[in-house]
Protein backbone atom coordinates (compact mmCIF):
# COMPACT_ATOMS: atom_id res chain seq x y z
CA UNK A 1 0.00 0.00 0.00
CA UNK A 2 1.44 3.62 -0.93
CA UNK A 3 0.85 6.20 1.44
CA UNK A 4 1.71 9.54 0.04
CA UNK A 5 2.64 12.77 1.98
CA UNK A 6 -0.21 14.60 1.23
CA UNK A 7 -2.56 11.84 2.64
CA UNK A 8 -5.22 13.10 5.07
CA UNK A 9 -4.91 9.67 6.65
CA UNK A 10 -7.31 6.67 6.18
CA UNK A 11 -10.92 6.35 6.51
CA UNK A 12 -11.03 2.74 6.57
CA UNK A 13 -8.09 -0.17 6.14
CA UNK A 14 -7.89 -3.84 5.49
CA UNK A 15 -4.93 -6.10 6.91
CA UNK A 16 -4.01 -8.92 4.89
CA UNK A 17 -7.63 -9.84 4.84
CA UNK A 18 -8.89 -13.35 3.82
CA UNK A 19 -12.78 -14.56 3.19
CA UNK A 20 -13.19 -17.95 2.68
CA UNK A 21 -17.06 -19.45 1.99
CA UNK A 22 -17.70 -23.45 2.99
CA UNK A 23 -15.98 -26.06 4.11
CA UNK A 24 -11.65 -26.44 4.18
CA UNK A 25 -11.80 -28.88 1.62
CA UNK A 26 -14.65 -27.19 -0.86
CA UNK A 27 -13.82 -23.75 0.20
CA UNK A 28 -14.60 -21.10 -2.00
CA UNK A 29 -11.95 -18.25 -1.57
CA UNK A 30 -14.13 -14.64 -1.90
CA UNK A 31 -10.95 -12.66 -0.36
CA UNK A 32 -7.09 -13.61 -0.58
CA UNK A 33 -4.95 -11.84 1.83
CA UNK A 34 -6.04 -8.40 0.84
CA UNK A 35 -4.19 -5.14 2.06
CA UNK A 36 -5.94 -1.77 1.13
CA UNK A 37 -7.07 1.71 2.39
CA UNK A 38 -9.63 3.56 1.43
CA UNK A 39 -8.11 7.62 1.87
CA UNK A 40 -10.14 10.45 3.67
CA UNK A 41 -11.81 12.46 1.39
CA UNK A 42 -11.24 10.32 -1.53
CA UNK A 43 -13.80 9.33 -3.81
CA UNK A 44 -12.40 5.34 -4.62
CA UNK A 45 -14.40 2.99 -6.84
CA UNK A 46 -14.02 -0.55 -6.38
CA UNK A 47 -14.42 -2.50 -9.79
CA UNK A 48 -14.26 -5.59 -11.15
CA UNK A 49 -16.05 -8.69 -12.70
CA UNK A 50 -18.86 -10.35 -10.69
CA UNK A 51 -17.38 -12.67 -8.75
CA UNK A 52 -14.20 -11.08 -8.22
CA UNK A 53 -14.63 -10.00 -4.57
CA UNK A 54 -16.08 -6.68 -4.81
CA UNK A 55 -19.45 -7.08 -2.39
CA UNK A 56 -17.67 -9.26 0.07
CA UNK A 57 -15.16 -7.02 0.82
CA UNK A 58 -17.23 -3.99 1.15
CA UNK A 59 -19.09 -6.05 3.67
CA UNK A 60 -15.87 -6.89 5.46
CA UNK A 61 -14.57 -3.25 5.36
CA UNK A 62 -18.63 -1.64 6.31
CA UNK A 63 -18.92 -4.52 9.16
CA UNK A 64 -21.31 -6.10 7.82
CA UNK A 65 -19.60 -9.53 8.09
CA UNK A 66 -16.51 -11.01 9.33
CA UNK A 67 -13.45 -11.67 7.70
CA UNK A 68 -11.90 -15.70 8.01
CA UNK A 69 -8.78 -13.73 8.67
CA UNK A 70 -7.25 -10.26 8.98
CA UNK A 71 -7.90 -7.13 10.22
CA UNK A 72 -10.33 -4.29 9.23
CA UNK A 73 -10.31 -0.79 11.09
CA UNK A 74 -12.68 2.29 10.51
CA UNK A 75 -10.67 5.19 11.43
CA UNK A 76 -8.71 3.94 14.72
CA UNK A 77 -11.33 1.30 15.63
CA UNK A 78 -10.50 -2.18 14.81
CA UNK A 79 -13.87 -4.03 13.76
CA UNK A 80 -12.99 -7.20 15.04
CA UNK A 81 -12.40 -6.04 18.52
CA UNK A 82 -15.92 -5.21 18.70
CA UNK A 83 -18.93 -6.74 19.85
CA UNK A 84 -22.09 -7.43 18.01
CA UNK A 85 -24.04 -3.90 19.86
CA UNK A 86 -20.85 -1.84 19.07
CA UNK A 87 -20.69 -2.41 15.97
CA UNK A 88 -24.11 -1.64 14.85
CA UNK A 89 -23.53 1.78 16.60
CA UNK A 90 -20.56 2.30 15.19
CA UNK A 91 -22.30 1.49 11.71
CA UNK A 92 -24.91 3.72 12.38
CA UNK A 93 -22.83 6.76 13.49
CA UNK A 94 -20.14 6.46 11.40
CA UNK A 95 -20.90 4.67 8.17
CA UNK A 96 -23.50 5.50 5.43
CA UNK A 97 -24.80 3.63 2.98
CA UNK A 98 -26.19 4.08 -0.68
CA UNK A 99 -27.63 1.12 -2.27
CA UNK A 100 -28.93 0.16 -6.13
CA UNK A 101 -32.41 -0.43 -5.11
CA UNK A 102 -32.27 3.13 -3.04
CA UNK A 103 -33.46 1.54 0.01
CA UNK A 104 -35.91 4.45 1.34
CA UNK A 105 -38.48 3.17 4.17
CA UNK A 106 -41.81 3.35 1.85
CA UNK A 107 -44.21 4.95 4.81
CA UNK A 108 -41.73 7.93 5.40
CA UNK A 109 -41.41 10.81 3.96
CA UNK A 110 -38.51 11.97 2.54
CA UNK A 111 -37.59 14.50 5.02
CA UNK A 112 -37.95 11.41 8.06
CA UNK A 113 -35.88 8.93 5.63
CA UNK A 114 -33.49 12.09 5.90
CA UNK A 115 -33.21 11.94 9.27
CA UNK A 116 -34.00 8.00 9.85
CA UNK A 117 -29.96 7.70 10.94
CA UNK A 118 -30.89 10.03 13.90
CA UNK A 119 -34.34 8.72 14.77
CA UNK A 120 -32.58 5.13 15.13
CA UNK A 121 -30.03 6.85 17.37
CA UNK A 122 -32.33 8.09 19.65
CA UNK A 123 -31.57 11.46 19.52
CA UNK A 124 -32.31 14.89 17.41
CA UNK A 125 -29.97 16.07 15.37
CA UNK A 126 -28.09 19.41 16.70
CA UNK A 127 -28.17 23.15 15.62
CA UNK A 128 -24.76 22.70 13.31
CA UNK A 129 -26.18 19.03 11.86
CA UNK A 130 -29.53 20.56 11.18
CA UNK A 131 -27.82 23.17 9.31
CA UNK A 132 -25.27 20.99 7.66
CA UNK A 133 -28.49 18.84 6.75
CA UNK A 134 -30.27 21.92 5.17
CA UNK A 135 -27.64 22.34 2.91
CA UNK A 136 -27.58 19.15 1.60
CA UNK A 137 -31.30 19.49 0.77
CA UNK A 138 -30.76 22.42 -0.61
CA UNK A 139 -27.56 21.47 -2.84
CA UNK A 140 -29.19 17.72 -3.76
CA UNK A 141 -32.41 20.36 -4.97
CA UNK A 142 -34.94 18.27 -2.69
CA UNK A 143 -36.48 21.00 -1.12
CA UNK A 144 -39.56 21.41 -2.71
CA UNK A 145 -39.59 17.55 -1.96
CA UNK A 146 -39.05 16.94 1.66
CA UNK A 147 -42.99 15.96 1.93
CA UNK A 148 -42.89 13.57 -0.81
CA UNK A 149 -43.33 9.88 -0.06
CA UNK A 150 -40.40 7.50 -1.59
CA UNK A 151 -43.35 6.48 -4.24
CA UNK A 152 -44.24 10.28 -5.41
CA UNK A 153 -40.25 10.36 -6.37
CA UNK A 154 -38.33 9.40 -9.06
CA UNK A 155 -35.52 7.21 -9.08
CA UNK A 156 -33.14 9.94 -9.18
CA UNK A 157 -34.95 11.25 -6.66
CA UNK A 158 -35.28 8.76 -4.66
CA UNK A 159 -31.51 8.26 -4.91
CA UNK A 160 -31.01 11.94 -4.26
CA UNK A 161 -32.93 11.37 -0.73
CA UNK A 162 -30.71 8.19 0.00
CA UNK A 163 -27.74 10.22 -0.65
CA UNK A 164 -28.87 12.69 1.70
CA UNK A 165 -29.75 10.09 4.38
CA UNK A 166 -26.14 8.54 3.81
CA UNK A 167 -24.30 12.27 4.23
CA UNK A 168 -26.83 13.53 7.27
CA UNK A 169 -24.67 12.13 10.10
CA UNK A 170 -21.24 13.17 8.18
CA UNK A 171 -19.84 9.74 8.43
CA UNK A 172 -15.99 8.78 8.16
CA UNK A 173 -16.81 6.83 4.87
CA UNK A 174 -20.13 6.46 2.90
CA UNK A 175 -20.52 3.19 1.12
CA UNK A 176 -22.28 3.01 -2.26
CA UNK A 177 -23.41 -0.52 -3.96
CA UNK A 178 -23.98 -0.07 -7.69
CA UNK A 179 -25.59 3.54 -7.07
CA UNK A 180 -27.02 3.85 -10.11
CA UNK A 181 -27.41 0.31 -11.03
CA UNK A 182 -31.11 1.44 -11.54
CA UNK A 183 -30.81 4.56 -13.25
CA UNK A 184 -31.19 6.04 -16.48
CA UNK A 185 -27.50 7.22 -17.80
CA UNK A 186 -28.10 10.91 -17.28
CA UNK A 187 -29.65 10.85 -14.18
CA UNK A 188 -26.64 7.87 -12.94
CA UNK A 189 -24.43 10.88 -14.55
CA UNK A 190 -26.29 13.27 -11.94
CA UNK A 191 -25.96 10.76 -9.18
CA UNK A 192 -22.01 10.20 -9.79
CA UNK A 193 -21.21 14.17 -9.64
CA UNK A 194 -23.47 14.33 -6.69
CA UNK A 195 -21.04 11.89 -5.00
CA UNK A 196 -18.09 13.28 -6.51
CA UNK A 197 -18.96 17.12 -4.99
CA UNK A 198 -19.55 15.55 -1.43
CA UNK A 199 -16.21 14.12 -1.29
CA UNK A 200 -14.27 17.08 -2.96
CA UNK A 201 -16.42 20.50 -1.07
CA UNK A 202 -17.03 18.41 2.28
CA UNK A 203 -14.44 16.28 2.65
CA UNK A 204 -16.26 12.95 2.40
CA UNK A 205 -14.76 9.39 2.08
CA UNK A 206 -16.62 7.35 -0.66
CA UNK A 207 -15.97 3.98 -1.84
CA UNK A 208 -18.42 2.54 -4.40
CA UNK A 209 -18.42 -0.84 -5.89
CA UNK A 210 -19.20 -1.12 -9.47
CA UNK A 211 -18.61 -3.16 -12.58
CA UNK A 212 -19.38 0.40 -14.84
CA UNK A 213 -16.73 2.13 -16.23
CA UNK A 214 -18.45 5.38 -16.81
CA UNK A 215 -19.70 5.17 -13.10
CA UNK A 216 -15.77 4.42 -12.09
CA UNK A 217 -14.32 7.26 -14.32
CA UNK A 218 -15.81 9.65 -11.69
CA UNK A 219 -13.99 8.28 -9.33
CA UNK A 220 -10.54 9.53 -8.04
CA UNK A 221 -8.79 6.24 -7.64
CA UNK A 222 -10.09 2.84 -9.11
CA UNK A 223 -9.21 -0.24 -7.19
CA UNK A 224 -9.53 -3.02 -9.21
CA UNK A 225 -10.19 -6.49 -8.13
CA UNK A 226 -9.61 -10.04 -9.61
CA UNK A 227 -9.99 -13.20 -8.23
CA UNK A 228 -9.93 -12.05 -4.36
CA UNK A 229 -6.71 -9.73 -5.23
CA UNK A 230 -6.52 -6.27 -5.22
CA UNK A 231 -5.01 -6.04 -9.18
CA UNK A 232 -4.24 -2.40 -10.12
CA UNK A 233 -4.80 0.46 -8.21
CA UNK A 234 -4.85 3.57 -10.22
CA UNK A 235 -5.79 7.16 -10.12
CA UNK A 236 -8.48 8.97 -11.90
CA UNK A 237 -8.77 7.06 -15.08
CA UNK A 238 -11.22 7.48 -18.13
CA UNK A 239 -14.06 5.23 -18.78
CA UNK A 240 -12.21 4.06 -22.07
CA UNK A 241 -8.66 3.04 -19.64
CA UNK A 242 -11.11 1.34 -17.39
CA UNK A 243 -12.87 -0.44 -20.40
CA UNK A 244 -9.21 -1.35 -21.99
CA UNK A 245 -7.83 -2.19 -18.81
CA UNK A 246 -10.70 -4.76 -17.39
CA UNK A 247 -10.65 -6.37 -21.05
CA UNK A 248 -7.01 -7.09 -20.45
CA UNK A 249 -7.46 -8.78 -17.36
CA UNK A 250 -10.37 -11.32 -18.99
CA UNK A 251 -7.91 -12.15 -21.88
CA UNK A 252 -5.33 -12.78 -19.48
CA UNK A 253 -7.50 -14.44 -16.84
P1 LIG B 1 -18.63 -9.56 -6.63
O1 LIG B 1 -19.35 -8.65 -5.73
O2 LIG B 1 -17.37 -8.99 -7.19
O3 LIG B 1 -19.51 -10.08 -7.73
P2 LIG B 1 -18.62 -11.39 -4.38
O4 LIG B 1 -17.85 -10.70 -3.31
O5 LIG B 1 -20.10 -11.36 -4.27
O6 LIG B 1 -18.14 -10.85 -5.80
O7 LIG B 1 -18.19 -12.91 -4.45
C1 LIG B 1 -16.82 -13.36 -4.50
C2 LIG B 1 -16.80 -14.88 -4.54
O8 LIG B 1 -17.30 -15.42 -3.32
C3 LIG B 1 -17.64 -15.48 -5.65
O9 LIG B 1 -16.98 -16.61 -6.15
C4 LIG B 1 -18.92 -15.88 -4.93
O10 LIG B 1 -19.52 -16.98 -5.58
C5 LIG B 1 -18.42 -16.26 -3.56
N1 LIG B 1 -19.43 -15.99 -2.53
C6 LIG B 1 -19.88 -14.76 -2.17
N2 LIG B 1 -20.80 -14.84 -1.17
C7 LIG B 1 -20.92 -16.19 -0.90
C8 LIG B 1 -21.68 -16.94 0.04
N3 LIG B 1 -22.52 -16.34 0.90
N4 LIG B 1 -21.55 -18.29 0.04
C9 LIG B 1 -20.70 -18.90 -0.81
N5 LIG B 1 -19.94 -18.25 -1.72
C10 LIG B 1 -20.04 -16.90 -1.77
MG1 LIG C 1 -21.37 -8.08 -5.83
Redesign the pocket.
Known amino acids: MHISSDDLGLAARAHSLTKT ?2 SADAA ?1 I ?1 LDDVSVGIRRGEFTAIM ?1 P ?7 LMHLLAGLDAPTSGRVWIGDTELTDLSDVELTVLRRRRVGFVFQSFNLLPTLDAKANILLPFELDGRRPSAIERSRIDALIESLGLDARLEHRPHQLSGGQQQRVAIARALATAPDLVFADEPTGNLDSRTGREVLRLLATASREQGQSIAMVTHDPIAASHADRVLF ?1 GDGRVVADKPRQSAEQVSAFMLAAEVAA
Do not use: N, R
Open positions: YGAAGSGSGKSTL
